[in-house]
């Protein structure tokens, strides 16, 4: 059953050095104050999974926490690249990086075979895509019906999913609503699941029979952080904060523009400066 | 009446119509999805658009900066999870048209938004393929839309990120693709159509007052003009104000959330 618990204490119980870990979001719903109480504790040698890493995986890989990241798109959309990943990748600043790269498609079917409890996942897929050259994870497999040759990747298994949901209930079942992701397939492919949610309600008994719904016993641990997918967004409750995705680009630039951002607006608070920064960014759907 | 018009807004309004109603779109960020949304807003009201982040027969107001903002999925007819969109919708063949934009884009419609340089040792690391490998081999036939640069259209892509036509003829054919591939390229000086035996892209037609030499001058590949080389229609008054609303809307809404 899911803990309620402080931030501080859901990290430090559930990501050690060295795990495997997905702080998992599509656009929407993404995880930073989650991943920015990792940054706090200094976590190192991780190996980060995330279909879209954007701006909080260009900041853990530029604060040295990460020695590989496995993804299928590594941006910031709409403005254009993580300039702390590329900097890591060319220039092996403040490490090198260790990268494993996919296609959406192959990391969605990877997550679903994880919660699945399969060892990998089939789809018809890399035709003639170069990834299949540079990454020894992409392989193919017969299909033993019809004889057709299909690409394979293996099952995607963090040790711990972070995601961050709309709602929990005083149960623990949590909600996640609007653009879903790859979330629940994250937290049912993982040993443990830690969610920050907006708020905690007395009841589900309102919400749609079919709505995505994560059981209590599910998770590890709740914490409550309002704001706490900012700059992303948490659709019901906040919008997206499009312009600071803009202003990342400017902040990574250089090494030192982007240390003194992080002193200032990571390692020297906490995840309760979360919720003014989504003050002005209300009602929005 | 002739109304000005910039090659950027020719280059929307030009892709915008190759779409039709029936269309059933798996749409890029950026240029695609302006294009799309002008298709939507003008000749082609019903046609579906989806966006990888699941939403499916979406109508935005105003221009997402993002595949996931809330816009898309407030205004969709359903929101589905990713894996299903990628397994059921686009694998399951159920996309007509993959609408793609292109760092790098060879004369075969191969695209490389990936690396600039070696793979292991990059020049330039870009941001990856996302939906596109499957896209360009899934979708019942792809549309690109870029502007041209010397840096952009290149005699050879240095990554494969989405299979065009390969090395051309029937490349496609022959590694198992049953789909169509890159059947149309706009760019901001012209339209293009692929020879239907050598794949590769032939200028169709001209934009307004374009030069065959300006598209040369913007292309890394010797350019083959169809016989019957055309002009591109400019844009009617729909069109071009339709654009520009859709482009006033999203530039407030977008500095609106930084105030």
């Known amino acids: 059953m899911a803990k309620f618990q402080s931030l501080k204490q859901a990290v430090s119980e559930n990501l050690k050095d060295g795990d495997t870990v997905a702080f998992e979001g599509f656009t929407h719903l993404i995880p930073h104050a989650a991943a920015h109480e990792a940054i706090r504790q200094g976590r190192k040698d991780l190996t980060l999974i995330r279909m879209t890493p954007d701006l909080v995986y260009d900041q853990m890989i530029g604060m040295g926490m990460v020695k590989k990241v496995i993804f299928s798109y590594a941006g910031n959309p709409g403005v254009g690249l993580l300039r702390r990943l590329r900097d890591a990748v060319e220039n092996a600043w403040p490490l090198p990086l260790e990268i494993e790269e996919h296609s959406h498609a192959a990391m969605a079917n990877a997550y679903e075979a994880g919660a699945a409890g399969l060892p990998f996942a089939a789809l018809r897929g890399y035709m003639g895509a170069g990834l299949k050259d540079v990454n020894p994870n992409i392989r193919e497999v017969t299909c033993p019906f019809t004889g057709e040759t299909l690409a394979a990747v293996p099952a995607v298994r963090p040790d711990v999913t972070f995601i961050h949901a709309q709602k929990a209930n005083k149960k623990g079942d949590v909600l996640v609503e609007g653009i879903v992701g790859v979330q629940k397939e994250a937290v049912l492919a993982a040993k443990r699941a830690v969610v920050t949610v907006e708020e905690v309600v007395d009841n589900f008994d309102d919400v749609h029979p079919n709505a995505c719904v994560l059981p209590s016993w599910t998770i590890s641990s709740i914490c409550t952080v309002p704001g706490g997918s900012h700059p992303s967004y948490a659709h019901g409750y906040y919008i997206r904060d499009n312009a600071a995705y803009v202003d990342w680009d400017k902040i990574a630039t250089d090494r030192e523009g982007f240390q003194e951002w992080m002193k200032a607006n990571v390692l020297d608070v906490d995840e309760t400066i ?11 759907k | 009446m002739a109304q000005e018009f910039t090659s950027d807004e020719m280059m929307t309004i030009a892709a915008s119509r190759a779409l039709g109603n029936d269309d059933i779109c798996f749409v890029g960020i950026g240029a695609p999805s302006a294009a799309c949304n002008v298709a939507r807003l003008t000749h082609a009201p019903d046609i579906t658009l989806i966006y990888e982040s699941g939403t499916i027969g979406t109508a935005p107001d105003v221009l997402p900066l993002s595949i996931g ?33 292109a760092a790098q884009l060879d004369k075969f419609g191969n695209i490389n938004t990936t690396v600039i340089g070696d793979y292991h040792n990059p020049k330039t690391r870009l941001p990856g393929g996302g939906g596109a490998p499957e896209i360009a081999s899934s979708s019942g036939e792809i549309f690109i839309t870029m502007k041209q640069t010397l840096r952009g259209m290149v005699d050879k892509v240095d990554f494969y990120t989405s299979f065009g036509h390969g090395t051309g003829g029937t490349h496609r054919q022959d590694i198992g693709i049953t789909t169509k591939g890159p059947t149309l390229l706009v760019t901001d000086l012209a339209v293009w159509r692929p020879d239907p035996e050598t794949k590769e892209f032939v200028v169709q037609s001209l934009h307004p007052g374009v030069t065959r030499e300006q598209v040369q001058a913007t292309c890394g590949w010797t350019v083959t003009f169809a016989d019957n080389l055309s002009e591109t229609a400019a844009p009617t008054e729909l069109e071009l104000t339709t654009l520009r609303d859709l482009k006033a809307r999203t530039k407030a809404a977008h500095e609106g959330e930084a105030a």
């Open chain 1, 274 to 284: 979360f919720e003014s920064r989504v003050s002005g960014l209300k009602g929005g």
């Open chain 2, 69 to 101: 903002d809330g816009e898309l999925c407030d205004t969709a007819v359903t929101t589905v999870p990713v894996p299903e969109m990628f397994r059921y919708w686009l694998q399951g063949g159920r996309i007509t048209v993959g609408f793609l934009g």
